[in-house]
């Protein structure tokens, strides 16, 4: 079975310019989850998607990202215009599928290699 | 907000010897606890994950601990090896959700 994809593995932009970000997940897997991890801090979480449709984009900085799921399949995650503290890793994750239980359990999320994003 | 804590940040062991990393967590419905082991240059990967329903899970070398009351679960790595060498996260559920929070990560060294 394929691993999680990620495209670019490293992007090095100007500040004011535009990137973005591509998460191929394992095949099947509905559920695509973003985080992002600043040098030497926590991996945050960024958002997820069910098949196409955002569950939770709380974590998102704010609306200079956008990110895609079109056709529920891969997902892209624009940064436009890219700014100095934009820089870090950006993981994308995936998961089987949500058990619909009391309590809610997932499957494992399983992560892509990341991309590493430098604003200059 | 929640947040999840991990200590320490490193680690040094020499070959053979027991690591332990801790991570305590705020949100007191979190039912979920993975953790992931991040090799250098390599995307992370689950190692090890306990559910709120289980108190200790073992797999070889590997074990961890939940304390729900305080808050607090543990990895525990037996007989380190160098291979064992990586940067570990804990995580943590928000809630009743598959979202999860991670800890800042802990740095193993394992000396030959």
């Known amino acids: 079975e394929a691993g999680v994809t990620q495209f670019p593995s490293h992007s090095v932009i100007e500040k004011g310019q535009t990137v973005t970000l591509r998460c191929d997940p394992i095949?099947?897997?509905?559920?695509l989850y973003w985080y992002r991890r600043v040098m030497g801090k926590e991996i945050k979480f960024l958002l997820h998607?069910?098949?196409?449709?955002?569950?939770?984009e709380s974590g998102m900085p704010n609306n200079r990202f956008l990110a895609e799921r079109t056709g529920g399949t891969y997902s892209t995650l624009k940064v436009q215009p890219a700014e100095l503290e934009d820089s870090g890793v950006y993981f994308c994750a995936s998961s089987k599928r949500i058990f619909m239980t009391a309590p809610i359990r997932t499957d494992t999320q399983y992560f892509g290699p990341g991309t590493r994003l430098t604003v200059l | 907000g929640e947040n999840v804590e991990q200590h320490p940040s490193t680690l040094s062991v020499q070959e053979g010897d027991s690591a332990v990393i801790k991570c305590t967590y705020s949100d007191s419905a979190s039912n979920y606890f993975p953790w992931y082991k991040q090799e250098l240059g390599k995307r992370p990967q689950l190692i090890i994950d306990?559910?709120?329903?289980?108190g200790e899970k073992k797999d070889q070398r590997i074990a961890v601990t939940l304390n729900k009351t305080a808050k607090h679960f543990s990895l525990h790595i037996t007989e380190t090896q160098p291979e064992d060498s990586a940067v570990y996260f804990c995580?943590?559920?928000?809630?009743?959700?598959?979202?999860?929070?991670f800890g800042t990560g802990t740095r193993l060294q394992v000396f030959p």
């Open positions: 998607f069910v098949k196409e449709s955002k569950q939770d």
């Open positions: 095949s099947g897997h509905d559920n």
């Open positions: 306990i559910r709120s329903n289980v």
């Open positions: 995580a943590a559920s928000i809630g009743n959700t598959d979202k999860l929070i």
